[in-house]
C-alpha cells in the first residue's frame, strides 16, 4: 500500500478543502455560551462557543461584526452563524461567523454578576479598603500553580527588573473544586509571615469555567481580611474575576502584577542617586542662602555696631566744640565790641582828662573828693592829682568868696 507524505502546510491545506467542501460545514448554525472574548482594535472579534460538551474558537470580521445590533459579553448564550474552516498556520479549525443573535446570559456569569453586586453592597470593592502597594519590598509572596506558566513569567519578571527582592512561591491548584480553598490557606499562610510584604495570586488566562475557582466568595473574604496587601494577576487583559475586584490591585496579566509589584532596581538606583544629587542641590542652596543670611547679618551689624556710634559720637562732639568755639569767639568779639564802647565812653567822661588841660583834684586824705570850700579846713590834710601825680598838702586858708 502507498502511504503519501505530506509537509505540514499541505496536509492543513487539504484538511481545509475537505471542510470546505462541506455542505454542513459551509453554512451551519452553532449555539454557545461566548467566552474569552477579545474586541480586536482592527474591529474583528475573537471569542469561543463552548457549553457542557465542548467548545470551538470562533472569529467574525469586522465587515461582520459592525453589523451587530449588541455588544457581545462573555457568558452571553448566543447563535451563531457561518463556516467552518482551518486556519493553516495553526492548524487550528474555528468557525467563521458572518451573523450572531442573543440566545441568553450563561448561568455561570449570572452567578458571577450576582457576587459581585453582593460584595459590592457590603463595601468589599471600596478604595478606601485598598491597602498601598510596598515601594521597595525585599521579600514577596506569590500564590500560583508550581507548573503554570505563570509563575515561570512572574520569575523572569522578578531576575529581569531586581534580582535581589526574594520570592516564595506557595504552589496550590488554580482550577477545580478545591482550587479556592488552597488558595485562602496560601492566603493565610502568607499574611502570617512577618517577611512577606506583598502578595501576588496570579494564574494564565482561561475560559470563565476555568477562572471560577477566583470567582469564589470565601476567597473574596480572605483577600479583604489580609493584611498584606495583594495583588491580583489573573487571566488576560479582558478576563474579569472577583478577585480582581477585591485585590488592592489588578494587573491584566501575571507578568503584570510582577511589574507592578517588584520596582526596578535601577530605577531604585536612580532614586538614589536623584534624591542625592537633590540633597547636594538643597545643601548648596541652604549654605547659599546661610551665607547671604550672614552677610546680611553681617552688613547689618556694621551698620549697627557700637564702634560706629562712637566714631558718630566723636564727629558729632567736634560739631559740638567747633559750634562752642564759634559760638565763644562770636560772645567774646561782641563783648569786646561793648567794652571798647564803654571804653569810649568812659575815656570820654573820666575826670583825669580835665588833668591834661590845667584841672586838678583835691581829696581829703580818704580819697574823697572835696567839692566844696566848706569842706576844707585849716590844717586839713589834703591831697591833689596833677597832671604828673598827686601831692599831698596842708592847708591854710588865706580868704574865702563866694561865686
Known sequence: MFIKTLTVGKLNNYIKKIMDNDFILKNIYVKGEISNLKLHSSGHIYFSLKDSDGKISCIMFRDAAKNLSFQPENGMKVLATGRVSVYIKEGNYQLYCSEMQIEGVGELHIAFENLKKKLYEKGLFEDEHKKSLPKYPKKIGVITSATGAAVRDIINVCKRRNPKIEILIYPTLVQGDTASVEIINALKYLDKKEDIEGIIVARG??????????????????????????????????????????????????????????????????????????????????????????????????????????????????????????????????????????????????PLNSLEKGFSIIYDEDYNIIKTKEEIVDSDIVRVRLKNGEVKLKIQVLEESNG
Open 205 to 350: 488566562g482561561g475560559a470563565l469555567e476555568e477562572l471560577w475557582a477566583f470567582n469564589d466568595e470565601n476567597l473574596a473574604n480572605a483577600i479583604y481580611k489580609c493584611k498584606t496587601p495583594v495583588v491580583s494577576g489573573v487571566g488576560h487583559e479582558t478576563d474579569f474575576t472577583i478577585v480582581d475586584f477585591v485585590s488592592d490591585r489588578r494587573a491584566p496579566t501575571p507578568s503584570a502584577a510582577a511589574e507592578i509589584m517588584i520596582p526596578k532596581l535601577e530605577d531604585m538606583y536612580k532614586e538614589v542617586y536623584d534624591y542625592g544629587q537633590y540633597l547636594y542641590s538643597y545643601m548648596e542652596r541652604f549654605m547659599d542662602l546661610s551665607y547671604n543670611k550672614i552677610n546680611s547679618l553681617k552688613s547689618k551689624l556694621e551698620l549697627n555696631s557700637p564702634l560706629n556710634d562712637i566714631v558718630n559720637g566723636y564727629r558729632v562732639l567736634d560739631n559740638y566744640k567747633n559750634s562752642l568755639e564759634s559760638i565763644i569767639k562770636n560772645k567774646i568779639y561782641l563783648e569786646k565790641d561793648k567794652l571798647n564802647e564803654y571804653k569810649i565812653v568812659l575815656e570820654g567822661n573820666n
